[in-house]
């Protein structure tokens, strides 16, 4: 443990959930979600003196990401994130018990344990890294709230223990302060989903199906009434039919983007190119013109374009060299582990992928193996994706560790797909519209919702704030249901 790290000791866990419901479908892959529960964690640390805190995480329980195996359903992939946060608390209160340590190698054990776990029960290594992950956040909050330091400053004084050498060589001698931002940004930049199903206008929207609640439904809506510039549109592997998609995008940002104000776009290629080579193809004719010049200038990168059973095999080689010399391919889903973004270097991807889902300081190891790997890309590229985030919880410690990495825009879709703090209490609505003014604003129907309107996040309550941006009195647990009572019918869907 380093000199400078604090030692603390997890005592007790409890997980509750709160039911959400979607404003329209949401549909990825095969998958259409329309009810998800959000998992909530409170970890009683006690700290130096005897001190005890409560250290708060979150996360969706969402269907579809965490293992995409075919014939699976969605009771199913509740029941498996439920035991690998009961297998992960229980682990964690197992290993205090020889006494308090600090966060890095409380988070150390109980990561192989969780892989390990996952593996000899068939469950994914993202399934089981989901309860590890859950308690790191925790603890890292409990570490700030012990210390009364951010995250960025909890991560800079290495009060977390950081030791980043003892998991990669390349890593021996890397401060994990030198993959922080100089400061943690004041703001953040929102990159809307464009969904390969979603209506790019109100014309789109089949007949019954518009949703009527004041909040923006359609693409065309985000650009008229919104100031977003940055936009992550999905691609479905269908030539003709991504291209005349592409178009019709560019056309309505032509429509009311003016041309010398810049946008940015991001591709996802949502893991469908089971053949590499209609990647390459679609993306030779794209940039030889088969998209508007402005547009395909806008173009950052293409996210996880294989399926990630095929995305880290040699195979793939020869067709994400090609790609990658016209624009960089990074990856999402495959980084299901510590060894998936080294071994992405060394297949020649250009970036990956942070998500708080899958763990604040597996994101700091991978941002250091982009930038110190023997076989490192010239112009890494880090980018920040959802996982649906709401608020409170999820929504505040992602953007925390987001701004504390430097990320300046981020996939958001919660917003869009759930109506901001509709099944909250009104003493959270209170709390969120009284502590963080800047980043919610009341609705006309009574309800906070996101502060969307100028394109970007205001992040100035959240990062200095102790731990990671969040309080247990914004979080009313009475409206939560705890998770050993929650049961998957409560949810209205089959």
């Given at each position: 443990?380093?000199?400078?790290?604090?030692?603390?000791?997890?005592?007790?866990?409890?997980?509750?959930?709160?039911?959400?419901?979607?404003?329209?479908?949401?549909?990825?892959?095969?998958?259409?979600?329309?009810?998800?529960?959000?998992?909530?964690?409170?970890?009683?640390?006690?700290?130096?003196?005897?001190?005890?805190?409560?250290?708060?995480?979150?996360?969706?329980?969402?269907?579809?990401?965490?293992?995409?195996?075919?014939?699976?359903?969605?009771?199913?992939?509740?029941?498996?994130?439920?035991?690998?946060?009961?297998?992960?608390?229980?682990?964690?209160?197992?290993?205090?018990?020889?006494?308090?340590?600090?966060?890095?190698?409380?988070?150390?054990?109980?990561?192989?344990?969780?892989?390990?776990?996952?593996?000899?029960?068939?469950?994914?290594?993202?399934?089981?890294?989901?309860?590890?992950?859950?308690?790191?956040?925790?603890?890292?909050?409990?570490?700030?709230?012990?210390?009364?330091?951010?995250?960025?400053?909890?991560?800079?004084?290495?009060?977390?223990?950081?030791?980043?050498?003892?998991?990669?060589?390349?890593?021996?001698?890397?401060?994990?302060?030198?993959?922080?931002?100089?400061?943690?940004?004041?703001?953040?930049?929102?990159?809307?989903?464009?969904?390969?199903?979603?209506?790019?206008?109100?014309?789109?929207?089949?007949?019954?199906?518009?949703?009527?609640?004041?909040?923006?439904?359609?693409?065309?809506?985000?650009?008229?009434?919104?100031?977003?510039?940055?936009?992550?549109?999905?691609?479905?592997?269908?030539?003709?039919?991504?291209?005349?998609?592409?178009?019709?995008?560019?056309?309505?940002?032509?429509?009311?983007?003016?041309?010398?104000?810049?946008?940015?776009v991001t591709l996802d290629g949502n893991e469908v190119y089971y053949d590499p080579a209609s990647l390459t193809q679609a993306v030779e004719k794209f940039a030889r013109g088969g998209l508007p010049k402005r547009f395909w200038d806008a173009v950052l990168f293409i996210e996880q374009p294989y399926p990630r059973a095929k995305a880290l095999e040699d195979a793939i080689m020869p067709e994400l060299a090609k790609v990658g010399a016209i624009k960089p391919v990074i990856v999402d889903e495959s980084t299901e582990n510590l060894q998936s973004v080294p071994r992405a270097v060394?297949?020649?991807?250009?970036?990956?992928?942070?998500?708080?889902?899958?763990?604040?300081?597996?994101?700091?190891?991978?941002?250091?193996?982009?930038?110190?790997?023997?076989?490192?890309?010239?112009?890494?590229?880090?980018?920040?994706?959802?996982?649906?985030?709401?608020?409170?919880?999820?929504?505040?410690?992602?953007?925390?560790?987001?701004?504390?990495?430097?990320?300046?825009?981020?996939?958001?879709?919660?917003?869009?797909?759930?109506?901001?703090?509709?099944?909250?209490?009104?003493?959270?609505?209170?709390?969120?519209?009284?502590?963080?003014?800047?980043?919610?604003?009341?609705?006309?129907?009574?309800?906070?919702?996101?502060?969307?309107?100028?394109?970007?996040?205001?992040?100035?309550?959240?990062?200095?704030?102790?731990?990671?941006?969040?309080?247990?009195?914004?979080?009313?647990?009475?409206?939560?249901?705890?998770?050993?009572?929650?049961?998957?019918?409560?949810?209205?869907?089959?």
């Amino acid at each position: 443990m380093s000199n400078a790290a604090l030692a603390l000791r997890p005592v007790a866990f409890e997980v509750r959930l709160r039911n959400t419901r979607t404003r329209m479908p949401f549909r990825y892959g095969p998958t259409v979600l329309t009810a998800c529960p959000i998992a909530h964690l409170w970890l009683t640390v006690e700290g130096p003196g005897g001190a005890r805190v409560e250290g708060l995480a979150g996360d969706a329980l969402a269907p579809g990401w965490y293992d995409k195996r075919p014939n699976r359903t969605y009771r199913q992939d509740i029941a498996e994130l439920s035991a690998a946060l009961n297998e992960a608390g229980s682990v964690l209160l197992g290993l205090a018990k020889a006494g308090p340590r600090c966060v890095w190698d409380f988070w150390k054990e109980l990561y192989a344990h969780q892989i390990a776990w996952a593996r000899k029960n068939d469950y994914t290594d993202l399934t089981g890294n989901f309860g590890t992950t859950m308690f790191e956040r925790a603890m890292i909050d409990a570490a700030g709230k012990l210390a009364g330091k951010t995250y960025h400053a909890l991560v800079k004084e290495n009060l977390l223990g950081l030791d980043p050498g003892a998991i990669h060589p390349w890593l021996k001698g890397w401060s994990a302060a030198e993959a922080l931002a100089p400061e943690p940004l004041s703001r953040v930049y929102v990159r809307h989903t464009v969904g390969g199903l979603d209506p790019l206008t109100a014309a789109d929207i089949p007949a019954g199906e518009a949703v009527r609640d004041g909040l923006p439904h359609s693409f065309e809506d985000y650009l008229k009434h919104e100031k977003i510039r940055y936009f992550k549109i999905k691609l479905r592997n269908d030539e003709a039919f991504d291209t005349e998609r592409l178009k019709a995008i560019a056309a309505l940002c032509d429509r009311h983007i003016p041309a010398q104000e810049p946008y940015y776009v991001t591709l996802d290629g949502n893991e469908v190119y089971y053949d590499p080579a209609s990647l390459t193809q679609a993306v030779e004719k794209f940039a030889r013109g088969g998209l508007p010049k402005r547009f395909w200038d806008a173009v950052l990168f293409i996210e996880q374009p294989y399926p990630r059973a095929k995305a880290l095999e040699d195979a793939i080689m020869p067709e994400l060299a090609k790609v990658g010399a016209i624009k960089p391919v990074i990856v999402d889903e495959s980084t299901e582990n510590l060894q998936s973004v080294p071994r992405a270097v060394e297949l020649g991807y250009g970036g990956f992928a942070i998500k708080s889902a899958k763990g604040p300081t597996k994101a700091i190891l991978e941002k250091g193996t982009m930038f110190l790997h023997p076989k490192r890309p010239a112009r890494p590229v880090i980018s920040g994706e959802d996982m649906t985030n709401q608020p409170v919880v999820p929504l505040h410690e992602d953007l925390v560790v987001m701004a504390t990495m430097g990320v300046e825009h981020v996939e958001r879709n919660g917003h869009h797909f759930f109506r901001g703090f509709s099944t909250h209490s009104q003493a959270e609505r209170d709390a969120a519209l009284k502590h963080h003014a800047g980043l919610y604003r009341l609705h006309s129907d009574g309800i906070p919702v996101l502060a969307t309107e100028s394109g970007a996040l205001d992040l100035r309550t959240l990062i200095v704030r102790p731990g990671l941006g969040v309080q247990s009195a914004e979080v009313d647990k009475t409206a939560l249901t705890p998770l050993d009572g929650w049961t998957f019918e409560s949810l209205g869907i089959k």
